[in-house]
Structures are given as C-alpha cells and as structure tokens.
C-alpha cells in the first residue's frame, strides 16, 4: 500500500536557520502531494502542494519539489521564525485518499 | 464564516457505549474525511465521502461507521467502542478530491475510552 516516511523529530532550530525536513513516499500511479501544519492545539492547515513531477509548491517561505526519481518531497524554508514552531506532516493522496507521515516536530529557539 | 465544526470536542466514555461525533461544514464541500491522530502515527484515514450517500474505507475502518445523508453531515459512529479507539479525531472536508483543492480540517474530537 501506499506509504509516507518523514523524518523523526524533534527538530530544534534557532530563528533564521535553514530547515530542511525530508520526505520520501511509496505509491503506485502518480499521486499528489502536500505538506500540512498542525499549530498547538489546531487541526491541520495545507502548506503547499505540488499535483505532478517537477512542481514546487510554496508558501510563507516554504517550498518543495516533487521528486518522481526518489520519490521525495523534502520541506525547505531558508530562514525559520519562531512562529514556525509547529509539527509538519507530509502527504499524498491517490485513488482518494490521502495518506500521511508520523510528523516532524519544529521547535524554533530565538 | 467558512469553516469544519465537530462536537463534541472532548468525550470521555466506557466500554462498549454507543456514541456519535458529528461533523458539519458550510462550504458546500462534496468531499468530506474522517481521520485519526495517534503519537507516532501522523494521521490516518477512516472513512471517506466522495458524495452524499457515497463512502469509502480508509485505512482504519474497523469499529467505525460513517453516514452521509446530508452534503453537509459526516458523523462518525463507533458502535461499541474500546480502548484502542482512545484517540484524536480529524474531520475533513474540500470541494472535490483533495488533489487541487485544499482540505479544511475541523478543530479535533479527543476521544478517550475507559
């Protein structure tokens, strides 16, 4: 079955380091896919998305790349805030339904 | 206000007590999910509606039930529920299938089984 692997967290930054949080997946056709925030205490909100190979998604700084020859969609903000503290969590969706990674948890340190 | 409503927001229940989540979205949205959030385990799809009176499976179905009468309505039933179904509950809803429309997740139902 399909399957989204996410590194472990959690990721301990200080504000205005580079993140990266990668991102692989196994799927079969050709599935979409997203990154989603989950504040403290919120459910979950959609970052960007990226529908075929090669897209990049971006949004708030944050951007990924559809990767179809390693299969991955790694999360990259060039320099992170506090406010960004938050889990990350990847996701594709095929045949209608989307499947999610375990999430990464992003602590920013001023 | 656009937005996914759930009720109730924390439930705490016994063994084997029938109980309903309700979910309600006033977007007009046609596709609506019901998810699960446990620690280690990210998100994990119930059920969902593609359309009212059209559901599909998930990844987890079992102990679960969903109705969709109503384009609205996406409760969740959990006939007898156990402790393993101790968990937070996302409902969901877009437009269409989720591949070009944004998914709108509801606040979250944490749900505890003695």
């Known amino acids: 079955g399909d399957s989204v692997t996410q590194m472990e967290g959690p990721v301990t930054l200080s504000e205005e380091a580079f993140l990266t949080i990668n991102c692989t997946y196994t799927?079969?056709?050709?599935?979409?896919l997203f990154w989603y925030v989950q504040y403290p205490g919120e459910g979950l909100q959609l970052l960007l998305k990226a529908t075929k190979a090669d897209d990049k998604g971006s949004n708030k700084g944050f951007e990924a790349t559809y990767r179809k020859e390693t299969t991955s969609f790694h999360l990259e903000k060039g320099s992170v805030q506090v406010s960004d503290s938050a889990v990350y969590f990847c996701?594709?969706?095929?045949?209608?339904?989307?499947?999610f990674g375990s999430g990464t948890r992003l602590q920013v340190q001023p | 206000e656009a937005q996914v409503t759930q009720n109730p927001r924390y439930l705490i229940t016994v063994t084997g007590k029938k109980l309903t989540v309700t979910c309600s979205q006033n977007?007009?949205?046609?596709?609506m999910s019901w998810y699960r959030q446990d620690p280690g385990l990210g998100l994990r799809q119930i059920y969902y509606s593609m359309n009212v009176e059209v559901t599909d499976k998930g990844d987890v179905p079992e102990g679960y039930k969903v109705s969709r009468k109503e384009k609205r309505n996406f409760p969740l039933i959990l006939e007898s529920p156990s402790p393993n179904q101790t968990s937070l509950y996302f409902c969901a809803s877009s437009f269409e299938t989720p591949s070009y429309n944004e998914q709108f997740f509801g606040p979250g139902t944490r749900l505890t089984v003695l």
């Open positions: 977007m007009n949205h046609e596709y």
């Open positions: 996701a594709l969706l095929s045949m209608g339904a989307l499947t």
């Open positions: 799927a079969t056709g050709y599935p979409s």
